[in-house]
């Protein structure tokens, strides 16, 4: 079943802090993706929708999170990122996570408001597709 209480923390957390979210890569500490902004506050990592759901879940930052799920991939390969998510948003595919397979509209403005370097149009784009994904899956096991 969709986790959506956990997708509408998400679009909370990343509202509340634009800075602290990329799409380009599950975890960011750097500021070399296009969608990265130049500094990235509090912890100093940003996170995408993925995760984001990986830190909230487990109550912790984007960069202990990171950390964590880092060192659980070295333990046990066949453990990634996207896997993890999905299984715990209760998603059937990582789409919700790539931006290439995100429907043209969304698409079309995510690639818009990165060249124009605008984080707060990101942001709601994201939540308009988080919003989007709750919708097409979010009957499915009711």
Excluded: H
């Excluded at 599950?26 to 993925?50: H, K, Q």
Aim: proline share 5%.
């Amino acid at each position: 079943m969709l986790n959506i209480a956990l997708l509408e923390k998400v679009k909370a957390k990343i509202l509340e802090e634009p800075d602290q979210f990329v799409m380009s890569t599950y975890f960011s500490d750097n500021r070399f993706f296009a969608d990265s902004p130049e500094v990235i506050p509090n912890c100093g990592t940003a996170a995408c929708i993925a995760g984001w759901a990986l830190a909230i879940d487990a109550e912790e930052n984007p960069k202990e999170a990171n950390t964590r799920i880092q060192k659980l991939m070295f333990s046990s390969p066949s453990v990634d990122y996207g896997t993890l998510a999905i299984r715990l948003l209760g998603l059937p595919n990582r789409e919700m996570f790539v931006v290439d397979a995100w429907p043209l509209n969304y698409r079309y403005d995510w690639y818009n408001a990165v060249n124009d370097k605008n984080k707060k149009k990101q942001v709601e784009i994201a939540v308009k597709v988080i919003d989007y994904y709750i919708k097409l899956y979010g009957d499915e096991n009711d």
